[in-house]
């Protein structure tokens, strides 16, 4: 798989059965140490310390920490010292990947005063020609072009398509333009910035697609209206080999082959600091890490991951796992998988992903037991009153490859670009019909963006469920622990510090229909 970035950047427990809450080990024991009192010790103001930082680094690094940037080795930095501060071992998990370095990207609008607009080529899609495809404007006579009748009685050959974002598949659009006649493609955003998109897989169209902003594209749609309007697409680019690296550690302590992983993707987008998307789950799951250290030694070994270059396609998560893949047992040591990818959003809900599929059919094979660790979050949060919804177990951010691979996974999210309903704001308040993150993806996702009291909700959520695996994943795997840790045995994960993962990891990135991200939990 290659991923692309911008041009800008790269030339210039517990045992929980389900619905019942039930006593750890620790509890029926009278043990001062259980997930509800390590819960109270992971704070909001000590995961927003390191967003602080976080804010700090991007604000000294070009305004971002994306992958591939001093952005995000600085923010690898911060996360290492303190981790090792708090007394763990840490290690740079390298890969390398097929890179996209866009040559061009634009959209040339002929009008009487000639135009041109910036816009993102689609993962997946062909390159132009040199100098681009020309054409008259054409649209779909509902603006969507979700089916192919919407092109009905529309001249659409050798034209360059211009349409809206929503309700169905970037991918369906560009099909249903090209069987039209269309020679490129350029679907618009619905809310304000890039469009940033994929077809999904290789080879489904043969004409070059791209994104745009909604203001660009109805400019371009007004310009048409008043007449025709000559088009050039150009979109072109050619690929490099990069590398980047994940950050791992692991507790000294536990069993190692009952391992309890946690992750949460460190990069940014290009465009902005990234601290909701996703500074918060770095910053909770670093919060949650500092304050494990710091207590009782657990059964199981907790093992905690900041993915690099998630943002380019889940690239790191992938390299990982599949490396994990190709030696015998290793994957099997990891007892469960949580993720944890925009926690802090300022129109948040409180989303579970439904492993369950209680509200969403899953669009993937639900691995045996991430039902249980499902219920882990969605128990607790019962417990404490605090209301929560399901969204979509569909795969599409870093726990893919776990879950592709049959490793039990769950995790938790606010939202992304997707729009809040009146039911939801009957739950948490906040507002209908706009984002969740309205910043989502921009450069105002800063520290301004994060609500406190989702964060907090989240931060707890997390803490109690690793410290209930810890002690626990009976529920999730059958594997029963002692009620005192051992030493711990076997050989962890099985990778050592600087070792590279050969070309091209990180098949499929998932991104979801009618996204301009493009993962499942970050979906519309």
Not at 114 to 125: A, I, K, W
Not at 267 to 285: F, K, R
Not at 358 to 367: C, Q
Request: proline share 5%.
């Amino acid at each position: 798989m290659t991923a692309r970035r911008h041009l800008v950047a790269l030339v210039a427990a517990s045992t929980l059965a389900a619905g019942t809450l039930m006593a750890s080990p620790a509890t029926a024991h009278g043990n001062p140490h259980t997930p509800e009192r390590f819960a109270d010790r992971v704070t909001t103001q000590g995961v927003m310390r390191h967003l602080e930082r976080f804010q700090a680094i991007a604000d000294t690094h070009d305004g971002n920490r994306a992958a591939l940037t001093p952005g995000y080795e600085a923010s690898a930095e911060y996360v290492e010292t303190t981790l090792r501060r708090a007394g763990y071992r840490t290690e740079r998990d390298h890969f390398t990947f097929d890179l996209e370095v866009v040559d061009a990207a634009s959209l040339t609008v002929g009008t009487a005063e000639p135009f041109t607009v910036e816009v993102d080529q689609m993962q997946f899609s062909p390159s132009s020609p040199e100098g681009g495809v020309t054409g008259n404007a054409s649209a779909p006579t509902d603006g969507l072009g979700c089916t192919a009748d919407t092109w009905d009685g529309v001249d659409a050959v050798g034209t360059i398509a211009v349409i809206g974002r929503g309700v169905c598949a970037f991918a369906d659009k560009a099909v249903n333009a090209e069987a039209a006649g269309a020679i490129g493609v350029v679907v618009h955003n619905n809310t304000e910035g890039m469009l940033f998109g994929t077809l999904g897989a290789e080879g489904v169209v043969g004409i070059p697609v791209a994104g745009t902003t909604l203001a660009d594209g109805q400019a371009v749609l007004a310009a048409a209206a008043e007449g025709p309007v000559s088009l050039t697409l150009d979109v072109r680019f050619h690929v490099e080999e990069a590398e980047s690296f994940n950050v791992i550690a692991q507790t000294r302590h536990g069993r190692a082959d009952n391992v309890v992983m946690l992750g949460a993707h460190l990069d940014s987008v290009e465009d902005g600091p990234g601290i909701n998307d996703n500074g918060t789950g770095s910053a909770a799951l670093l919060e949650v890490a500092v304050q494990l250290a710091k207590g009782k030694k657990l059964p199981n070994a907790v093992r905690f991951a900041w993915w690099g270059a998630e943002e380019l396609g889940l690239i790191g998560s992938t390299a990982y796992v599949e490396e994990l893949a190709e030696q015998e047992g290793e994957l099997d040591r990891i007892a469960t998988y949580l993720n944890f990818d925009m926690v802090g959003s300022p129109n948040y809900v409180i989303g579970v992903y439904d492993a369950d599929e209680s509200t969403y059919p899953a669009p993937v094979e639900v691995p045996e037991g991430s039902i249980a660790t499902e219920a882990v979050f969605t128990d607790y949060l019962d417990s404490i009153g605090q209301p929560w919804v399901d969204t979509e177990f569909s795969g599409r951010s870093d726990y893919q490859a776990f879950i592709v691979n049959g490793v039990p996974a769950s995790g938790l999210f606010t939202g992304a670009d997707g729009s809040k309903t009146e039911d939801e704001v009957a739950l948490f308040g906040g507002t209908a019909g706009i984002p969740y993150d309205p910043n989502y993806h921009t450069p105002q996702d800063d520290l301004s963006n994060v609500d406190p009291e989702a964060l907090g909700i989240m931060s707890k959520a997390i803490a109690f469920a690793t410290y209930s695996l810890g002690l626990d994943t009976s529920a999730v795997n059958g594997v029963t622990t002692p009620d005192r840790p051992g030493k711990g045995h076997g050989r962890g994960h099985g990778k050592g510090p600087g070792k590279g993962y050969g070309k091209g990891h990180g098949p499929g990135h998932g991104k979801g229909p009618g996204t301009s991200h493009v993962w499942e939990q970050k979906a519309s």
